[in-house]
């Protein structure tokens, strides 16, 4: 397996404000598998996606990424890994406003030795035209379609997208989720996406439901639904 994620405990506060966020996780993902967390708010799911990413420390547990495990990195090791292998889209853009949308995604381009053509990526996005706006120009999916250009140049080996269509309307949302399939199909990466809306569980190869902080079922998606056909 690609990614292991082995007995994740998590824990905030102290005494008797002390809440079990994730009470001991186990999750395996092969390479360039889809994977949607589902649940409701104050499931665990962000929190298990951030001690993925290396954002969080998880309390006990471990995380294996493609055999090497994070808890033998040293804090270096961890950063240079998050910025070569690791994507991030956010609900909120968290774009520079003083950059133009080429710009922003080339932010990530640097960040790697193995960067994806920024030319070809923003035709992909459908931002080859809007190249030169800054953030203020652009609308909120067109903000969107950026930060998931500056996550993907990087062309890395896990995407974590968190709410990503949770600011944006229906059509939008649909837009997105049709990008991030494709950026999945097209370079292979291993995608993990948080997301409360259930009818996104139908795009994924693999579908996990957290309820305080466990995982209730995990189901695999014999048959991937496009995000195009998705309803809601």
């Known amino acids: 397996m690609f990614l292991e994620i082995k007995q994740i405990k998590k824990s905030f506060g102290q005494g008797d404000s002390r809440v079990e966020v994730l009470r001991g996780i186990d999750l395996s993902m092969s390479r360039g598998e889809m994977c949607v967390l589902l649940g409701p708010s104050g499931s665990g799911k962000s929190t ?6 290396g954002i969080d420390s998880a309390d006990e547990g471990e995380i294996v990424i493609d055999g090497e495990p994070m808890s033998h990195m040293s804090e270096k090791k961890l950063t240079l890994y998050r910025r070569r292998h690791l994507g991030y889209i956010f609900q909120m853009y968290n774009l520079i406003p003083n950059l133009t949308v080429r710009e922003n995604i080339e932010v990530g381009a640097y960040l790697s030795s193995k960067a994806l053509d920024v030319d070809e990526l923003l035709h992909l996005l459908g931002l080859w035209e809007h190249r030169g706006k800054v953030p203020s120009q652009l609308s909120g999916g067109q903000q969107q379609r950026t930060a998931i250009g500056r996550a993907v140049v990087k062309n890395p080996d896990i995407l974590l997208c968190d709410e990503p269509t949770g600011a944006l309307d229906y059509k939008t949302s649909k837009e997105i989720l049709k990008l991030i399939e494709q950026v999945n199909r097209t370079y292979g990466n291993t995608v993990i996406m948080v997301t409360h809306n259930d009818a996104i ?28 056909e998705l309803e809601w």
């Open 48 to 53: 298990l996606l951030n001690i993925i990413g």
């Open 201 to 228: 569980k139908h795009m994924a190869d693999t579908v996990v439901r957290l309820k305080d902080g466990q995982i209730r079922d995990t189901v695999r998606n014999e048959h991937r639904v496009s995000a195009q």
